[in-house]
């Protein structure tokens, strides 16, 4: 949410003051690269404010070179923002950057008359842009790769020439991060015809500088949620509800079916740890917190098996190869398919966990350690893309 607001905050007109803003090193990566454009962006890390002056669809810097570093959020809206304006750009990020797909998104850009490509003609980052605006228009986008793709033209097709209507080839995975996004379109003043999330159209216009209160990160909250039930204790997020404008409170209806107590609150979730047993469930709308419930499935009764999940092959790590590795040193029987894994629960041993320079694997193999002795996580540092404080926050639970 802070980087999608980020985006639209740095098109709008006029100044907009972003509150409860991620303490993440995705934050600090889409604040730098907007400073090397020359925008004015004040973040201070201790109020967790972020003003920023807007451009109004005309960048202070026409030129300019952006260190993306691992932030996938970063270089796609930024790749579709400045596709949208005019200048000259390149995006590049470390090794594991130029592994991850971004072909589908420069090819819907160029449907609308934008000059990005890939630098190296082959689909992936380092991204070139030479850019004269988007014409507008229609066009497709692939929909089972990254719902980050559609977010990014999204956000900057207000800025072309002429309206734009999008239409998604396939079935759009992770769709409630879609959903977000039009949400945070709306607080900046332009609404989208969504089209059952299948058809957008989205009129020509300017977001309006304001002031806009951030969500809590229910991606992060999902590990103390998880917390609970792993340990049969009761853990209350504060901040969030079940109208969230981020799907992945939905983990909590995960956690219900596998024997945790819910209860929701306007402004607060409390998960109870009960007696848990396997699921079947489809994640493709909350894959953020696939490795989450992974680990939780650890302690269940009988095997959990997760489907529609194919596209997290392609995040920061192979989220369901990695992941079925690290899980078998702890003990489990996994069985890994094409868009998913099950995982069968034995007795738990200790293990030195590697994390792929993947915050979320960290994360979610600190649950393991909480119920086993002797877990190790390594690289816990690779924490800091989202959330650098977790294992101080986790230290803090109490029995």
């Not at 807007?54 to 400045?82: K, Q, W």
């Not at 107590?261 to 047993?277: F, I, N, P, Y």
């Not at 989450?292 to 392609?314: D, F, M, N, Q, S």
Request: glycine share 10%; hydrophobic share 40%.
């Amino acid at each position: 949410m802070t980087n999608r607001a980020l985006i639209c905050a740095a098109l709008a007109d006029g100044e907009s003051r972003l509150t409860g803003a991620l303490k993440s090193e995705d934050t600090g990566v889409m604040v730098m690269a907007l400073q090397s454009l020359g925008l004015t962006v004040d973040h201070d890390l201790a109020t967790q404010t972020i003003r920023v002056v807007g451009s109004a669809g005309s960048l202070p810097n026409v030129r300019a070179d952006l260190d993306v570093e691992n932030s996938g959020t970063t270089i796609r809206f930024l790749t579709a923002m400045l596709s949208a304006c005019r200048g000259e750009f390149r995006l590049d990020g470390i090794a594991r950057m130029r592994e991850r797909p971004i072909g589908d998104l420069l090819d819907t850009l160029r449907q609308l008359g934008g000059g990005a490509v890939s630098a190296t003609d082959n689909g992936y980052p380092p991204v070139r842009i030479a850019g004269e605006g988007l014409h507008g228009g229609e066009a497709t986008i692939r929909g089972d790769i990254s719902s980050q793709f559609l977010s990014g033209v999204l956000m900057a097709a207000p800025y072309a020439e002429q309206s734009v209507t999008i239409k998604v080839d396939g079935e759009l995975v992770s769709k409630p991060y879609v959903t977000m996004t039009l949400g945070v379109m709306s607080s900046f003043g332009i609404h989208v015809d969504e089209g059952d999330l299948a058809r957008f159209t989205i009129p020509t216009g300017r977001y309006r500088g304001t002031d806009y209160a951030i969500e809590p990160d229910a991606s992060a909250a999902s590990y103390f949620w998880g917390a609970a039930a792993v340990t049969g204790g009761t853990i209350t997020v504060e901040g969030l509800n079940r109208d969230a404008l981020q799907g992945d409170v939905k983990f909590c209806d995960c956690l219900e079916q596998m024997g945790c107590e819910v209860d929701w609150a306007s402004d607060r979730v409390t998960v109870r740890g009960g007696k848990l047993c396997g699921i079947e469930v489809d994640m493709n709308a909350i894959s953020d917190t696939v490795q989450t419930l992974a680990v939780v499935a650890l302690y269940a009764k009988g095997p959990t098996t997760i489907t529609g999940v194919a596209h997290i092959r392609h995040k920061e790590t192979d989220r369901i190869g990695d992941l079925a590795h690290e899980l078998r040193k702890l003990g489990a029987d996994v069985e890994e398919s094409a868009d998913g894994l099950r995982i069968t629960p034995n007795e738990l041993r200790s293990a030195e966990i590697d994390t792929y320079n993947d915050h979320r694997m960290a994360m979610s193999f600190a649950l393991a350690g909480l119920r086993v002795p002797g877990v190790v996580i390594r690289d816990p540092g690779c924490t800091r893309k989202t959330y650098p404080n977790f294992f101080q926050d986790l230290a803090q639970l109490k029995e």
